[in-house]
């Protein structure tokens, strides 16, 4: 079954503990993108990768670092997370026109 | 720079009424336009998708179609069920140096009544 998975789907964690948010897909897709989702702000884009080793910033990716080492898998790192970065994660996987979308990441900093 | 706006929600309406979920962007050139929909606790799945003007995309009993004149992308579904309750996002992207970037409107939460 083609798919994206993430995980953990939930954490909770202290103000500058550093985590990451893993990001897998079984499509061999190039394109790999993450998403955090705001009440009243809809999704925007953090990072994305157009290939192995080819990555870029979004338009909110400060506080944010991602790596590309294999095609199927594109982390989101937060070295020093604060409140202000608690929000709902989203990891999408694309070959073209429509993104695939993972379950979601629900993180609470305390 | 790009934008969409949605109709405003929630909205609820009752098994079997007519659905239209207003869409309209801002976008320089010609973008595709997407719908996709979010079920409780769930990830976005993509609903339906035009790429050009006067397409229409269409996907379980869904349709909208892609008005270029009138910069609009309306979904609509002629007969909702209980199921259909969800968060109905409306998206485009203007693949630029590769970045296929979604710009997503702020989401319309539907609420189907049996």
């Known amino acids: 079954e083609a798919q994206v998975t993430q995980n953990p789907r939930y954490l909770i964690t202290v103000t500058g503990k550093k985590l990451t948010v893993t990001c897998s897909q079984n499509m061999n897709h190039e394109y790999m993108s993450w998403y955090r989702q705001d009440p009243g702000l809809g999704l925007r884009q953090i990072y994305y990768s157009m290939n192995v080793e080819v990555t870029d910033k979004g338009d909110v990716p400060e506080g944010y670092k991602v790596s590309r080492k294999e095609k199927r898998n594109f982390p989101l790192i937060l070295e020093s997370p604060s409140p202000n970065q608690t929000s709902l994660y989203f990891c999408?996987?694309?070959?073209?026109?429509?993104?695939?979308f993972g379950p979601g990441t629900r993180l609470l900093v305390l | 720079g790009n934008s969409v706006t949605q109709m405003e929600g929630p909205v609820t309406l009752s098994e079997e009424a007519f659905l239209t979920i207003n869409c309209t962007y801002t976008a320089t050139g010609y973008p595709s336009l997407f719908w996709y929909v979010q079920y409780p606790g769930e990830g976005l799945q993509l609903l339906l998708k035009?790429?050009?003007?006067?397409d229409k995309g269409s996907n379980k009993g869904f349709e909208a179609t892609y008005r270029k004149e009138t910069t609009s992308f309306h979904l609509e579904k002629g007969s909702v069920q209980v199921s259909d309750s969800a968060v109905y996002f409306c998206?485009?992207?203007?693949?630029?140096?590769?970045?296929?970037?979604?710009?997503f409107g702020t989401g319309t939460r539907l609420t189907i009544i049996p």
């Open positions: 999408a996987s694309s070959a073209g026109q429509g993104q695939y």
């Open positions: 035009a790429t050009k003007a006067d």
């Open positions: 998206a485009l992207t203007r693949p630029n140096f590769g970045n296929e970037k979604l710009t």
